[in-house]
Structure formats: C-alpha cells, structure tokens
C-alpha cells in the first residue's frame, strides 16, 4: 500500500510574514526556565502591574447581571461613549462615538485598518525602529511597507523633510507612534505639526497614529496625540490606542480606533464577518477603566520612571552601550555597535546584534532583543516593564557581561 503524503495547504500571504520577534523571544525564555534555568526577563513589553480591582469588579458585574451575549461589530455603546470621554478630557478632542471602533487589543484595530483599506501595492511609510509587527500587517494585506530609518541624532524620530521625499503616488498610510516602541521618543508638538502638514499636502495620504503608550510620558507635559495638534487631520486618520499598556490589561484584549465614520464603518464589516465582535465581558471592564478612577495610571508611571532611572544608573556607565535616556513608553534602546567583533568568555565572536542578544541569554541569563527586529542594527532592546530588582540585576549582569568580552 501506498504510504499517503499529508500537505498542509497554505496561503502565499503567509509566506510575507513571519513570527513575531518579542513572541519568538518569550517562548524561547519560557522554554528556558521549564528547562530549570533563572532568566530575568527584559523582553517582554508587558506592565507586570496588576488589574485595577475596580476593573476587575466590573467585569465580574457583568458576568453577574448576564452581559455575556454578542455586541455591536464596533463594540458597546457604553464603551464606545467611554473613549469619547476619553478624548474630551485628556485631549480636548470632540468626537461622538460613530467615530469609534472596538478592537480584540490596538493590535487587532492595526490590521484591521490595513486590510480594510490597502489594495495590492498600496505603500505604507514605516518609519525605522519600528515596532516589529507594522511591516508584516502591511505585507499579509498586500501593502508595500516603506522603510525610511530616522536619525540616530535625532532620537530616531522621522523628520517631515524625510516623510516628504518618501511619499510617492502609492501612498497610502503614514505610521506614527509615539511615544515610541522600541525608542521611548516622543514627538514635540511642532514636529507632530511639521509631520501633520507634509501629509495634509498630499491629498491621497492618511495618517494612522499608534498611541498605545500616550500615559507613559517622563518629561514634562505630557506626550501629545496627532489629533490634538494637527486637528485638520481627522477626516484623514485613524487614532489608535486601547487600554492593555495604561490599565495593566493586556489579556484582556481591548483596543480602540478613533477615525471618520466611513472608515469605522469599513472597519466595522470587516470585524462583523471575522471574529463577530469583542468580549462583552472585557468590553464592560474597558469602560470601567477609562471613566472610573485615574489614580492608577499615575502609580503606574511613578513606579516605570523609577525603574527608568535605576536602568539607567547603570547603562550609562557601560562603555560599549551607546544609551539614550527615553523620553516615554517603557524601552530602552542602546546602540551596540562597538560591541560587534569583541570575542565572548567562550570564544565566539560577535557578529551582530543578534549574537549580542543571544551572549546575553547565554552567558549573563539576560533576556533582551536585537535590533534587527525593529529595523535599527546594531542595537538592542530591553523593557523596564518588570519589577525593580529584575530590572536592576538584570542591567548589571548586561555591564557584567560587556565588561567580559574581549
């Protein structure tokens, strides 16, 4: 008899991607630690503070008095009303909630815009570091992810003279986050103005703003959203944000796009026919974090910026780390270049900033990640989203081993 031959089918869109990088990087330390070893872990860009008890309660409410059925394809009017809220009071942005879309997490609201939106080799500006899962959503639907690297100098922050020769007929979206994965820069309000005009000039182009990590801001003011500077732009963007990063809810999976009625609308069908709409139950505790008690997000950040400040003491003391102070999010992004070529305690020589990641796994047990994933090499990338003394240790062991190399 014949032996039968099983072909798993798949799709060519498939072949343009591949695995998430921090993904990748966090089973490969789970993997790790069930093998028994002890990894501090500052890879992951998850806050490892907990759900805000008055979140939590409100979801148990829920299940309580039997808000467990389907929602709207944009989600429920109390949470939808809740982001406009949101955007009254922290950015003095009028909205009603047409206006607003209910995403299984921003990550979901992201691919959503894209694949709602992008016909085949329709480009999208990416700027470089980039957080690693832009250029593969714009990929799986068919999009050309244009790559423009920004300036070390400049804090890598794209400049509105750079974003204007990018810019061709095929443009469609521009992407913007700030405060910024993996660099923690943040955009001043003339840049976001400077940046807001060059695409305000060209008619064709939308602007999709990455907001998630708006609350995590170190300096002074606060950082500041596209759609409160360049107001001009609302009938041609899509604000995303959500409340994973801010409220300590990543599994809970709620994120939220604020843009025209007739993109909500697209982006509303095309939800209605994949996954139907969001958790009902993590609706109500999304509602409940962005209209109930504030003083969380303000513990949140003292505690991330004092992290901030113990990683710092030590990196900056590393010669071969090139360090700059992030001015949000919860990255710290050196440059490694003068890393690259030094000989490790066993011998190997160091080729890339992947090698350097994975000397640090190795030798110091140190989870960080290269800065190839987010299209800026050498260099890497570690999280202060973890308790204190990881993050301490965590850097001295990263000085510990820099020191060994020869």
């Known amino acids: 008899m014949n032996a ?110 894209f694949a709602a939106t992008l016909n085949p080799g329709d480009e999208v500006i990416v700027p470089a570091p980039y957080w690693v899962s832009y250029p593969d959503m714009v990929a799986l639907n068919e999009g050309v992810p244009v790559i423009v690297r920004a300036s070390a100098a400049r804090d890598y922050k794209l400049t509105a003279d750079e974003l204007d020769r990018a810019i061709t007929p095929r443009t469609r979206w521009v992407v913007l986050n700030s405060p910024n994965n993996p660099t923690g820069a943040s955009y001043s309000e003339r840049e976001l103005r400077e940046l807001g005009e060059v695409i305000l000039s060209h008619e064709r182009v939308w602007l999709l703003s990455d907001d998630i990590y708006e609350h995590f801001h170190y300096g002074d003011g606060k950082a500041l959203t596209p759609l409160e500077v360049v107001p001009a732009l609302a009938d041609r963007s899509l604000s995303v944000n959500g409340v994973s990063k801010t409220y300590a809810m990543t599994g809970w999976r709620i994120g939220y796009g604020v843009g025209p009625n007739g993109l909500i609308r697209q982006l509303s069908t095309l939800q209605s026919q994949t996954v139907s709409c969001v958790s009902s139950i993590s609706q109500a505790a999304a509602a409940a974090a962005l209209t109930g008690p504030q003083n969380f997000v303000a513990h949140c950040v003292a505690t991330f910026r004092e992290r901030l400040d113990a990683a710092m003491r030590i990196l900056s003391t590393v010669d071969l780390l090139d360090c700059v102070r992030p001015s949000g999010a919860f990255y710290i992004f050196p440059g490694c270049a003068r890393v690259i070529g030094k000989t490790t305690p066993a011998g190997t020589r160091i080729g890339s900033d992947m090698d350097f990641a994975a000397y640090l796994l190795d030798h110091a047990k140190v989870a960080v990640l290269d800065g190839a994933a987010y299209g800026v090499s050498p260099s890497i990338r570690l999280s202060f989203a973890t308790a204190l003394e990881t993050v301490e240790e965590g850097c001295r062991r990263i000085k510990s081993a820099c020191e060994a190399l020869r």
């Open 4 to 113: 039968i031959t099983n072909t798993i089918p798949a799709s060519e869109r498939l072949s343009r991607i591949k695995p998430s990088a921090s993904g990748s990087a966090r089973e490969r330390v789970l993997q790790l630690m069930r093998e028994g070893h002890t990894i501090l872990d500052l890879s992951i860009g998850e806050p490892d503070l907990d759900t805000p008890d008055h979140v939590k309660a409100a979801a148990i409410d829920a299940i309580a008095r039997g808000d467990t059925k389907y929602t709207g394809a944009a989600g429920t009017q109390t949470l939808r009303e809740a982001v406009v809220e949101k955007y009254r009071r922290e950015n003095g942005v009028s909205i009603d909630a047409t206006q607003v879309f209910i995403g299984s997490g921003a990550k979901q609201v992201l691919h959503n815009a």
